[in-house]
């Protein structure tokens, strides 16, 4: 059963230009700039691209005339309190995983 990527993941935005592609568009205020729940998302979206069968080529892409700006402003931190870290994780059937 394929996954309601646009439910489960709100910041970002999802198309299927063919059969098999998800497309995962940043479309966020000013150059795609990514608030602190995009940042979630996109450190975990990628498990369910791995676990859906409707997809075979995720393409992540930037809204407009550029990819992103990167983090937006909501994402700074105060000094001495540390920045977000995002875990990554290997795609089942990339070489090394289990």
Known sequence: MAIDFAAVYPSLTFDRP???ILRITLDGPGLNAVSPDGHREL???WLDV???PDTRVAILRGAGKG???GGSF????APGQGTTLLATFPL???QGSP
Request: hydrophobic residues 25%; aromatic residues 6%; without cysteine.
């Open 50 to 52: 791995d676990r859906d």
């Open 67 to 69: 990819f992103s700006a």
């Open 74 to 77: 909501e994402l700074r931190t």
């Open 18 to 20: 063919s059969d098999g």
């Open 92 to 94: 089942s059937g990339a």
């Open 43 to 45: 450190g975990e979206v």
